[in-house]
């Protein structure tokens, strides 16, 4: 059924165009200037996430057999970190988990 999938391989693209839609017009976008004015909070949100999470999942990876399959799913895994279990262990350490409601950048939603 060739026909079919072209036509769901359109159908597909305005999905994904809907559902981003839908993801991007929950953020504040008028308070991305206030969330980029704690210098602080991006110098250690860009430090940790470009220079000491990678430097770990390199050494982590190092322990793994030499599978590019099982790399890809590693790194994907640990390099990608998912926003929900990101709120909940910065709660479990009494941390400011509402800070970290839009994409972990310091807007109150």
């Known amino acids: 059924m060739p026909g079919y999938a072209e036509n769901l391989g359109s159908v597909i693209s305005i999905v994904i165009a809907l559902l981003m839609y839908s993801m991007?017009?929950?953020i504040p976008f008028?308070?991305?200037?206030?969330a980029?004015?704690?210098?602080t909070y991006i110098?250690?949100?860009?430090t940790t996430n470009f220079i000491i999470v990678p430097i770990v999942v390199w050494g982590l990876s190092q322990l793994l057999p030499d599978n590019p399959s099982l790399l890809i799913g590693f790194y994907l895994v640990f390099l990608t970190p998912?926003?929900?279990?990101v709120i909940v262990i910065t709660s479990l350490?009494?941390?400011?988990?509402k800070s970290l409601n839009c994409p972990?950048?310091?807007i109150k939603l």
């Open 36 to 39: 980029f004015g704690d210098r």
């Open 104 to 106: 972990r950048m310091r």
């Open 82 to 85: 998912c926003i929900d279990y």
């Open 24 to 26: 991007f017009s929950q």
């Open 93 to 97: 350490g009494k941390g400011d988990e």
């Open 43 to 46: 110098k250690a949100l860009l």
């Open 30 to 34: 008028t308070s991305l200037k206030k």
